[in-house]
């Protein structure tokens, strides 16, 4: 483990290791470029930057990989409205975020600056939600979408 030097003390690995699961050498991988590039990057393009750090994985490996990490909740599947799912990392120093994506070129922006009306209103929608529906809110999935500047024009 940790044979590259990468990952070690990040959030992702307290994650894994105090709920048991082991770090093999594709999810260290993955996770590795996941944490380093910060962004949402799909399948085949996480699959391009893990072959530098491990060779011997393939593509199948790194769609149940993924599959995998995502269900442990260690990271995000990012649906932005096209055929393809993205991927971003989930660790304790990564800020809670929501996404704008542009509908003409797929870019993701993350939208993490809210203000305390924002926050507030937030609150008061979850606990309506919760009310009316008789449910007990454990998180939220917003996502805008637009033109982005370079689109634009
Ligand atoms: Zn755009
Ligand atoms: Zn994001």
Redesign the pocket.
């Known amino acids: 483990m940790n044979r590259n030097g990468l990952g070690r003390n990040k959030g992702w690995h307290r994650i894994m290791h105090g709920r048991g699961f082991r770090v093999t050498a594709p999810r260290e991988a993955v996770l590795s470029v996941l944490e380093k590039e910060k962004t949402?990057l799909s399948a085949k393009e996480i699959y391009a930057k893990v072959i530098v750090i491990e060779p011997s994985v393939g593509l199948t490996t790194i769609y149940r990989t993924l599959e995998m990490l995502a269900e442990m909740g260690v990271i995000?599947r990012?649906e932005i409205g096209d055929k393809t799912t993205r991927y971003?990392i989930k660790s304790n120093s990564s800020k809670h975020?929501h996404?704008i994506i542009c509908t003409n070129c797929r870019k993701?922006i993350?939208y993490s600056e809210f203000s305390e009306e924002e926050k507030k209103l937030f609150t008061k929608m979850t606990k309506n939600i919760e009310k009316k529906y008789n449910v007990k809110i454990t998180g939220h999935n917003v996502q805008f979408f637009g033109i982005c500047l370079d689109c634009e024009k």
Do not use: K
């Open positions: 949402h995000n990012v971003e975020h996404h993701v993350d």
